[in-house]
């Protein structure tokens, strides 16, 4: 595949509304990160820096898929643990 860095004429998706939401509903700390990069992807896409912009989304893109990651497997947890007390709660 090669490197493909500045293949856009246009602004990359900066994954701002994912970052968003990984910020609420998954992991806090890694939802931060995301968006802070995103929010970097958007001020360089604005600034005309698509080498800059693609490369702080593909950062941002990383840390939302390891928190949407970390945030799901906290969940099954969670509702793993609370289904085990429960069932525990009835012998």
């Not at 090669?2 to 992991?27: D, E, K, T």
Request: net charge positive.
């Amino acid at each position: 595949m090669g490197n493909q860095m500045g293949r856009y004429q246009v602004a990359p998706p900066n994954h701002l509304a994912w970052s968003i939401c990984n910020l609420i509903f998954c992991c806090l700390p890694l939802g931060i990160v995301a968006l802070v990069f995103s929010v970097q992807s958007q001020s360089a896409a604005q600034r005309g820096d698509m080498s800059e912009a693609e490369r702080t989304a593909n950062i941002a893109r990383i840390c939302n898929m390891i928190s949407t990651i970390v945030g799901a497997v906290a969940i099954l947890i969670v509702f793993l643990f609370v289904l085990g007390a429960s069932h525990a709660g009835h012998s």
